[in-house]
């Protein structure tokens, strides 16, 4: 633990160190969320997870007609995905950002929250990834 002084009141040696992080508190870990944690109460997660809020199309079987999702977050090896339907552990599903990217997967597991399911999808394979095009931050200048 990475302790620091407290400038404020120097009087006792309490009062002259105080921790910076707290320690992980893995009991409140486990009961809000178990899946996050191996049976030895460590983090499983190995991969530093991304916010996002795009929309993508999921074809749920092939040849499905895909149905509109959310992907909610994502890593090197999966991603969370907000969907209307509820899709059953272990289905394969193909993940499509319009003119980017399709990514397939594996469904990992699917809940409901509120009006919604969230699926955490394990990436298999990713295909066409198209990066935006660069975009100038000025116009550019007239020729002298």
Known sequence: MRLRRNSIS????????????????????????????????LERRTEVRYPTNDPAQVRLSPGAEPVPGTILDISKSGLRIELTTLVERGTRIEIILTGRAAIFGTVRHCRRMADAYHAGVL?????????????????????I
């Open 10 to 41: 120097a009087g006792s040696e309490k009062a002259l160190r105080r921790p910076i992080l707290e320690p992980v508190n893995h009991a409140l870990i486990a009961a809000l969320m178990p899946s996050l944690l191996d049976r030895s109460g």
């Open 123 to 143: 990436v298999e394979h990713v295909l066409g990834v198209k990066p935006d095009p660069p975009q100038a931050p000025f116009p550019p200048l007239p020729p």
